[in-house]
């Protein structure tokens, strides 16, 4: 048994987001994202080949999604579905505090 506490041991400052790996199997990786005023630069889009399944745990976050009509705002407990190459981008996350994500990656 390995207990964890996914608000232990943040970075203590952030120049880009931090992403670690907390779980991986041949089917999924789960992992811990942690931001801090941080945006997908200019001109920029995530498209990803596996599904990404979100949730914000502190912090918040807007996000752009290709297909929706306006921006996605995030606070803590909101999680969101990003299907395989569904094009997103996050726009900004909460100023003077640190957003941390959890996020699932798999392949439906």
């Not at 789960?30 to 949730?55: C, F, N």
């Not at 606070?75 to 190459?85: I, N, R, T, V």
Request: charge should be negative.
């Amino acid at each position: 048994m390995q207990l964890r506490n996914l608000f232990a041991d943040l970075p203590a400052t952030l120049d880009e987001e931090y992403f670690e790996t907390i779980l991986q199997t041949g089917h999924f990786r789960l992992e811990r994202i942690v931001s801090q005023m941080h945006a997908t630069p200019a001109g920029q889009w995530y498209d990803q080949k596996e599904d990404e399944w979100v949730l914000l745990l502190s912090g918040g976050a807007t996000l752009t999604v290709e297909g929706e009509e306006g921006p996605v705002t995030l606070k803590p407990g909101d999680s969101l579905l990003l299907p395989a190459h569904r094009k997103h981008r996050v726009e900004a996350t909460a100023p003077g505090e640190k957003t941390v994500w959890l996020a699932l990656h798999y392949t439906s």
